[in-house]
Structure formats: structure tokens, C-alpha cells
């Protein structure tokens, strides 16, 4: 069975960057969607950045401008730069991978933005 393995999360001060990292255990064909998705105490996740396969991205409002996604289809890993993080980027980060067979997900790395 593929795992997403998420690295790079942490307790970092407001106005500090964090870079979060994810790796499919073993290769995952056609993949046609690659994001980050979070989920803050008490909300619902939400989308952060998507990369298609085409290389086209898309931010949640709240992250444009700081956050950027990068990824390589074919070696099946996807990072996540964030600067200019504020309290509210606080919450669990999950990686997810998007082919015709279904969605894979990470388990989640824990993302703290506090003084």
C-alpha cells in the first residue's frame, strides 16, 4: 500500500518561513494533481496550494503571496516554502496525490506559528 510521508513541520515564530516536504513511499502512475491541504482546532480542512500535472497552481486565498508549491511528477514528491507565516497558518498539514484511481493522503505534520 503507497504511504505520503510529510516532513518539515514545527513551532515557528509569526513571521518565519517553514518548508514542508512529501514523498510517496513507492510510485504512484498518473498522477494528475498534487496539493496541500490543512486543518486548523474545530474547522474543516481547506485547500492551501494544488500543482496539476501540467504545472498549473492554485492557492487558497488566505496563503497567496507567502506560500508557494513546488513538485516533480515523476520522482512523486511535493513541497510546500510558507513565509511570512502568521498564526492562523497554524494547523495540521496534510500532502495529497490525485490519479484516476482515487486520492492518496499523508498523515498529517503539525504546523505551530506562535511567539
Known amino acids: 500500500q503507497v504511504q505520503l510521508v510529510e516532513s518539515g513541520g514545527g513551532l515557528v515564530q509569526p513571521g518565519g518561513s517553514l518548508r514542508l516536504s512529501c514523498a510517496a513511499s513507492?510510485?504512484?502512475?498518473?498522477?494528475?494533481?498534487m496539493g496541500w491541504y490543512r486543518q486548523a482546532p474545530g474547522k474543516q480542512r481547506e485547500l492551501v496550494a494544488t500543482l496539476g500535472s501540467g504545472g498549473a497552481t492554485n492557492y487558497g486565498d488566505s496563503v497567496k503571496g507567502r506560500f508557494t508549491i513546488s513538485g516533480d511528477n515523476a520522482k512523486n514528491t511535493v513541497d510546500l516554502q510558507m513565509n511570512s507565516l502568521k498564526p492562523e497558518d497554524t494547523g495540521v498539514y496534510y500532502c495529497?496525490?490525485?490519479?484516476?484511481?482515487?486520492?492518496?493522503w499523508g498523515q498529517g505534520t503539525q504546523v505551530t506559528v506562535s511567539s
Open positions: 495529497n496525490f490525485r490519479n484516476p484511481g482515487g486520492d492518496y
Open positions: 513507492r510510485r504512484i502512475r498518473i498522477i494528475t494533481h
